[in-house]
């Protein structure tokens, strides 16, 4: 599969808040921990070995399933299979968990029902459509599916 | 650099929204002739395969860093995806008519995460501004789409249309350059950390609301987002005058992008 690896590279350059050397296992049998620069740029998780300029890999983070797997241990599955993890080892629980946050945050589609959401609430509270300014309310990939249900959750959980 | 092409090949087949789908041609790498491939738009992802109906990918484009523009072909109805840097490409691409050029165009436009990152922080402050503004309306019951509680949900809580056509297609020609506004936006100062905030704070008189943080994105303020639209809003009425004549006069197409760098 192609893919544009050279301009891939170069968005993995780009600075972020999120980088950090932690123990990382890939998902393959007899894959063992590496350490990695690990790196999070949009919905891509970059890992470098230490100094070196380009990475060694992209991971697409869509589609995906984070997990706390111990105090400071967190785990990506991909796939719906469970068994197909990567596995990421930081340094304390606070890092672990703030991980695990940013990943969940970045993904493209958590992102996109985010903006339906504050779109579909403000034309509810104002009467207009927060989109129309930008000019791109009928862009297929903001519109809320006239199917799509704003389900009534138990706030106290947040 | 590998790339998990497993995950790829997943996203490109599960039931995810797909934003637009559908034929052109592009200009080979290689072999610089024209090829006819299946298209398909997902997030900030462009993938193609042969026919619709095909299992193997061809390959996939990163959709973050460059801009799209019209371009100047010996193939009608052409456009671009220019990566600016040095060493970095362009890929060229023919529709198939003058309505499936712009409807791409437009689609492309808005497809990089960066420009969704901003647009979602705008939303926000729009919404607490309007939860402000308009109190008694936030007292009533709370309904809210499913957040992921500990884990990145598998489950689309929204589905888009799936296929990709604009509802008014042909009467809305407002472009948008949302991924200059982007690069520009970064370019003009250097990246800053986002301001954390707690991801519980309540407004007063509302049930407590998701505030969302950025902790991996770095961008310019939001006040400076509001005003690259408002430029590129001049931009693009310029554009739909152009497009207008053009449509008129029958004229070529002239080598023109939609972002003026200056």
Request: charged share 30%; hydrophobic share 35%; with cysteine.
């Amino acid at each position: 599969m192609r893919f544009n690896e050279k301009e891939l590279v170069c968005l993995s350059r780009q600075p972020s808040e999120m980088a950090a050397e932690l123990g990382m296992r890939g998902p393959k049998k007899g894959d063992v921990v590496k350490r990695r620069l690990v790196k999070l740029v949009v919905n891509f998780l970059f890992y470098f070995r230490t100094d070196e300029e380009e990475p060694v890999g992209a991971l697409l983070l869509e589609q995906c399933r984070v997990e706390r797997e111990d105090t400071q241990t967190f785990s990506i599955a991909f796939l719906d299979d469970a068994e197909r993890k990567y596995l990421f080892e930081c340094d304390s629980e606070e890092q672990c968990k703030e991980w695990i946050d940013s990943i969940i945050k970045a993904s493209y589609e958590f992102m996109r029902r985010n903006l339906i959401f504050y779109r579909t609430e403000i034309h509810r509270l104002t009467g207009k459509d927060p989109l129309e300014q930008y000019g791109i309310s009928d862009e297929t990939r903001f519109q809320v599916n006239s199917g799509s249900q704003l389900m009534a959750r138990d706030t106290s959980s947040l | 650099m590998k790339i998990d092409e497993k995950v790829v090949c997943y996203f490109e087949s599960c039931k995810s929204p797909v934003d637009k789908e559908g034929y052109l041609s592009k200009k080979g790498e290689i072999k610089t002739s024209y090829q006819k491939r299946w298209f398909m738009l997902k997030a900030n992802l462009l993938f193609y395969k042969d026919r619709p109906g095909d299992k193997d990918l061809i390959g996939v484009i990163v959709l973050e860093g460059c801009t799209v523009q019209l371009c100047e072909s010996e193939e009608q109805f052409a456009f671009s995806l220019v990566w600016s840097e040095p060493g970095l490409r362009t890929y060229k691409f023919a529709a198939e008519d003058q309505a499936s050029q712009e409807s791409w165009i437009k689609a492309l436009l808005s497809a990089s995460h960066s420009y969704l990152a901003l647009l979602v922080m705008d939303m926000e402050k729009q919404y607490k501004d309007a939860l402000r503004a308009h109190p008694s309306e936030s007292r009533r019951p709370f309904t809210m789409p499913t957040f992921p509680s500990t884990h990145a949900s598998t489950l689309p809580a929204f589905a888009a249309q799936s296929v990709g056509r604009p509802a008014s297609q042909g009467s809305s020609q407002q472009l948008q350059a949302p991924n200059s506004s982007v690069a520009r936006a970064v370019s003009k100062k250097s990246p800053k950390l986002w301001p954390k905030r707690n991801s519980n704070m309540v407004a007063v008189g509302a049930p407590a609301l998701p505030m969302l943080e950025f902790s991996g994105l770095c961008f310019a303020p939001e006040e400076q987002f509001i005003k690259l639209h408002e430029d590129f809003g001049r931009e693009i009425k310029k554009l739909i005058a152009d497009w207008s004549r053009r449509r008129g006069g029958g004229e070529d197409l002239p080598v023109e992008s939609l972002i003026d760098f200056g």
